[in-house]
């Protein structure tokens, strides 16, 4: 259904059905009556900004005087809330936006949870390709920090993490899990990550870290940190490069930075790793 919609006399029954699993906003208005008129665009605002939140249904009282009469609406404007087909709250009378969504958050899921429960639902039926990825984990991270950092949010941003090799980051997430939360579905995320690592712990890396363990050369950082870096280990090759770094910024005539700059552009500007290692680098550049 529409969250948007003008509400008829053949429509009523979807509407107050529609109300069983989401709020509807009954906004009664009539074109002669000019607060009602105002009223009823600032909810449609409302309505746009809060992208299906609620469905608001615009009762015009001029072609529908019946529906006005049912709800005994005495005065315009008048709104009511409707939750499991009844009127749970409501006001007469204009309202400022502030007010409106006060009231709206009094009654609704967090904003938040739209998204979140968009995304868990497309997790669990296995509808989330891999070229959703990326706009998964954006959306994630900010319901993340929207949500307070609830474990339920962390636990499905782990996975989708998982999804997309993303393994630090996985980690990092999993392993600020408390006891309390550690349940059948995080066990199951710590057994995917332990055989992503392992997959990724791959003969030419373990030969090259021996490789740079005994000799220290800068030549074989670089393609250790490359090789890191191709198997999502960013975190151990940026702590390789940097180790030299730290020691000689211009080592091997700066091939050593230039590794270690093209693994940060890689990684991207919003990651915590990059941003991390970039404040570092500029420590020791200033």
């Known amino acids: 259904m529409e969250h948007i919609l003008h509400l008829t006399k053949e429509n009523i029954q979807q509407v107050v059905d529609a109300s069983m699993e989401k709020m509807v906003v009954m906004t009664f208005w009539a074109q002669q009556h000019d607060e009602s008129v105002q009223l009823q665009s600032l909810l449609e605002q409302i309505a746009l900004e809060q992208q299906g939140r609620f469905i608001l249904a615009k009762v015009n009282c001029e072609s529908e005087p019946e529906i006005a009469q049912y709800f005994q609406i005495q005065s315009l404007p008048t709104t009511l809330l409707l939750d499991k ?11 400022s936006s502030d007010e ?32 959703e990825l990326s ?15 609830r474990a339920d949010v962390a636990l499905v941003l782990a996975d989708v993490y998982l999804m997309n090799g993303s393994l630090e980051e996985a980690k990092a997430l999993l392993d600020a899990i408390g006891l309390a939360d550690q349940d ?6 710590m057994a995917k990550l332990a055989l992503a690592e392992e997959a990724a712990d ?7 870290a021996a490789q740079y363990q005994q000799s ?15 198997a999502q280990r960013n975190d151990e ?3 390789v490069l940097f180790a030299i770094l730290k020691k000689d910024l211009s080592a091997e005539d700066g091939q050593v930075k230039q590794a270690f700059m093209e693994i940060l552009t890689a990684i ?15 420590t020791l550049l200033y």
């Open 135 to 149: 706009d998964a984990i954006t959306a994630l991270k900010q319901v993340h920090v929207e949500s307070g950092e």
């Open 216 to 230: 220290g050369d800068a030549q074989v950082a670089i393609a250790l940190g490359k090789a890191l870096h191709a």
């Open 202 to 208: 791959t003969p030419e890396i373990r030969n090259l």
């Open 85 to 95: 087909g009844r009127p749970v709250d409501g006001f007469a009378g204009s309202q």
């Open 184 to 189: 059948s579905y995080y066990q199951n995320l």
């Open 237 to 239: 090759a940026l702590e």
């Open 100 to 131: 409106i969504k006060t009231l709206l958050d009094k009654h609704l899921p967090a904003v938040w949870e739209g998204p979140f429960n968009d995304i868990k639902t497309k997790l669990a039926d296995g509808n989330l390709p891999p070229e």
């Open 268 to 282: 991207g500007q919003g990651n915590a790793l990059a941003n991390q290692y970039r404040r570092q680098l500029y």
